[in-house]
């Protein structure tokens, strides 16, 4: 009995501190967060994933509280359907999740937290995400969703003058590009025999970077930008 | 005497119930696909974007004017040499089955001049069925769905182009593909010197591209040697400048080829049509 | 001998094996009215395709206004009108329309009013402007000569221009022909297969059959020959052949029947056979007489 007690101690003790470490960090990201009633910036998209070739596009970027998310674009922008808005809508609830915290690690020479966070419920897409956060500036360094449907999105951050509001100035997405292929017939170019097979992507991965600039922050934006 | 007898071929041409077939078959077609991308263009594109999008979303006027255009040419431009050919395969034939060859060679015009007279009549009803296959389709296109830039489905993946390197793009295509009909326009005029009736040439012309384009496609070791040098296999070279990039080597080889087959046609065309006891 | 327009020498066209044209040789000089007689499928329409290229022969030649077409394409043809076989035109155009592609490529087209007056020449004023498609033959048949005509030419060549028509239009393209002789001094190259016709219309002439030229020369004394076939229809046929064989030496007996004579004879003998016949008590129950040239040529027609 008492080595059961002692074992429950050496187990839960820690995950509770843990959780514990997790949730100050996760709560003063909020807090930072929540600074931001909306903003807009400039944003440089550039693409790096096999089997779509895209020239880099200008768009403006759109966010208002809690989970308004716009960005416009006069061409075609191509963007990670997942990284956006997840993880805020995730973590706008505490009910929603469980954080635990998992180690540290270097990202660039920022020494930076693990948040593991673990959706409550099963009926999400997203299984699991992962935060780097540098807890100097409670800045997140880089971060990984995981869902059912898309596999995994890896998000580097670089923090230059937004700092104080926690906004990056590059994010450079890693998307899995696994499931990707040219649908068979569609693409009818006689010129090239390989056309009539499928084609499947080289690289595992892709990559689109965006450079935000131009901030405008908290000059209050209408809801109209955000319909569509 | 060269420009006198393209006049009466223009004449002729333009009087012919058959020639304005070609430009209300393409106005119907490209009104029926307009339609059709207007009521539910979404959805065919998703059914090309469909693998993309569980991971990537695309922002922006996907479904726009210039998208529209290249939906309508790549349906299309496979189907137009039977316009062309039903117009040009009967320049020449056409006359002979009238007896009105009969009367014209015994004119004071060399057979040389009246045989050029058809074949620049011939390319000119080419290049008005490709532009107002661009006026249809672009023109139409950019009215009812808008400007935006333009993601086309290679065989080697998406290409998104932007906007302002669009139109340019679409002028060369344009061009290449006036070269490839104009191939299709002077094998027909070429046919047309051999027979007196008017089917026999516009039928031999769509069984050679029909074969063509057969031994073009089958992954048949046998026709590797072959299939570079079939004009067909080059009658798509106008989707090349909608690659990036512009794979300027092998559009030069397609213009080289179709140039070729062209000058090759005319001259069997001149040799037969010079030598040509007039019976009919 | 005024001037040479047309000079065939020996053309020959084979087609495959058929020899379609053998040596024909012929001359038509300015000013004729040229008939150029055969049986249908004679070689006539081979013939004149010959003369304006339009097939290439594989022996002989042909000068026009002294000149080959080879070498004097544009300016040969630009004097020569011409139907060849029937007029064909542009069944979906009206008429105006088809005389100003002809006229134009012909290098002469100025305005519509050449076109309106040439119509209006061939009685064809009213239906410029209706389609060809609605026009009878003999409607074709005149805008056929007007578009022979319209740019002028020296010569015209006109392939069997009456066939078809029904009697009116036969002796409106007959006087229109006559017209062109005598009014404008046209020289004309005009085929046909019936003798009638050319002995109306025609000064000089020459016979064709199965490709060969058979007889050329001036209408007037081929047809009004004093040679004549005499066909006798008499009681004693040995007698009278007998009293022919001894007493007129250049009376030719063609052939005999159980009545009938049929002879080759000099009009000028003709009495004095008759008499000798009668003294010698043949009765003679009739004499026919045919210009030897006709028959010649009804022997042909028939073959």
Not at chain 1, 106 to 131: C, F, H, M, W
Not at chain 3, 45 to 63: E, Q
């Amino acid at each position: 009995m008492n080595f059961l007690f002692r074992l429950l101690i050496i187990f839960i003790i820690p995950l509770s501190v843990f959780s514990q470490v997790a949730e100050v960090t996760i709560e003063n990201l909020n807090a930072r967060m929540d600074r931001i009633r909306d903003y807009s910036a400039d944003a440089l998209i550039k693409s790096d994933i096999p089997l779509i070739k895209i020239l880099p596009v200008r768009a403006t970027i759109y966010f208002k509280q809690k989970n308004k998310f716009r960005i416009k674009s006069k061409g075609i922008a191509i963007l990670p359907k997942q990284g956006f808005l997840d993880l805020s809508e995730l973590l706008s609830g505490k009910e929603n999740y469980t954080a635990l915290f998992s180690g540290f690690d270097v990202i660039g020479n920022y020494r930076s937290e693990i948040i593991t966070i673990l959706p409550a419920g099963d009926t999400t897409d997203l299984i699991l995400a992962k935060l780097w956060i540098d807890p100097t500036g409670y800045l997140v360094r880089k971060s990984q969703i995981t869902t059912r449907t898309n596999g995994t999105i890896t998000i580097d951050y670089t923090y230059n003058n937004q700092n104080k509001f926690g906004l990056p100035d590059s994010m450079i997405f890693t998307v899995d590009v696994k499931k990707f292929k040219i649908p068979k017939g569609v693409a009818t170019d006689i010129n090239k025999i390989s056309s009539e097979e499928e084609k499947k992507p080289t690289s595992k991965t892709g990559k689109i970077f965006i450079q935000l600039t131009n901030y405008q922050i908290n000059k209050g934006l209408s809801d109209e930008v955000f319909q569509k | 005497m060269l420009l006198k007898s393209t006049y009466n071929e223009f004449i002729k041409i333009a009087a012919k119930p058959r020639s304005y077939l070609g430009l209300a078959a393409i106005t119907i077609l490209v009104g029926v696909i307009l339609f059709a991308l207007k009521v539910d263009g979404l959805s065919f594109i998703s059914f090309v974007t469909a693998s993309f999008e569980q991971t990537l979303s695309f922002e922006g006027n996907i479904l726009n004017g210039n998208l529209v255009a290249f939906i309508v040419l790549q349906m299309l431009i496979i189907h137009i040499p039977l316009l062309v050919a039903l117009v040009t395969g009967d320049l020449v034939s056409g006359e002979a089955a009238m007896g009105t060859i009969r009367m014209l060679a015994s004119k004071p015009i060399s057979r040389t001049q009246l045989l050029l007279s058809k074949f620049i009549a011939g390319g000119t009803y080419t290049l008005l069925i490709i532009i107002w296959l661009g006026i249809m389709s672009v023109l139409f296109g950019k009215l009812l769905f808008g400007s935006g830039d333009l993601m086309v489905l290679n065989s080697d993946g998406l290409v998104i182009l932007p906007q302002s390197d669009i139109n340019w793009r679409y002028l060369c295509g344009f061009a290449v593909a006036f070269l490839a009909l104009l191939t299709v326009s002077s094998l027909s005029i070429c046919l047309s010197c051999f027979t007196e009736n008017s089917i026999g040439p516009i039928v031999t012309t769509m069984a050679i591209i029909i074969l063509f384009t057969i031994i073009g496609t089958l992954d048949v070791r046998i026709f590797d040697k072959i299939r570079p040098f079939l004009f067909t296999t080059h009658m798509a070279s106008w989707r090349s400048f909608f690659e990036e990039p512009v794979p300027m080597k092998d559009i030069y080889r397609s213009i080289f080829i179709l140039i070729g087959h062209n000058i090759l046609l005319l001259a069997i065309s001149l040799n037969k049509f010079n030598n040509k006891d007039i019976t009919s | 001998m005024s001037e040479k327009i047309i000079e065939v020498q020996n053309i020959t066209k084979q087609f495959g094996t058929f020899e379609a044209v053998k040596n024909v040789s012929f001359t038509v000089y300015k000013g004729d009215v040229f008939g150029f007689l055969g049986p249908n499928g004679a070689g006539k329409s081979t013939t004149l395709r010959c003369i304006l290229s339009l097939i290439k022969p594989n022996n002989g030649k042909v000068f026009i206004f002294g000149k080959t077409l080879a070498e004097s394409r544009r300016e040969v043809l630009s004097k020569i009108g011409c139907i060849i076989e029937k007029p064909d035109f542009y069944k979906y155009l009206s008429a105006e329309k088809n005389l100003e592609i002809f006229s134009r490529i012909s290098g002469t087209y100025s305005d519509k009013n050449s076109i309106y007056k040439m119509l209006d020449f061939v009685g064809l004023n009213g239906r410029e402007k209706d389609k060809v498609a609605g026009y009878s033959h003999g409607m074709k048949q005149r805008l056929g000569i007007a578009q022979a005509l319209l740019h002028n030419p020296d010569l015209i060549i006109l392939d069997e221009p009456t066939t078809g028509l029904d009697p009116q239009g036969i002796i409106d393209i007959r006087n229109l022909i006559l017209q062109l002789k005598s009014e404008h001094n046209k020289t004309i190259l005009l085929s046909s297969h019936q003798l009638s016709e050319i002995e109306i219309i025609a000064n000089r002439m020459v016979i064709i059959n199965k490709g060969k030229s058979i007889i050329e020369g001036n209408v007037d004394q081929l047809l009004n020959s004093e040679d004549l076939i005499v066909n006798l229809e008499i009681d004693n046929v040995e007698l009278s052949a007998q009293i022919i064989a001894q007493s007129f030496k250049n009376v030719q007996v063609l052939s005999v029947n159980s009545n009938q004579l049929q002879l080759a004879i000099n009009k000028s003998e003709v009495p004095e056979l008759t008499k000798k016949l009668v003294d010698s008590q043949v009765r003679i129950f009739a004499i026919e007489s045919k210009r030897k040239l006709e028959d010649y040529f009804i022997k042909i027609v028939n073959n």
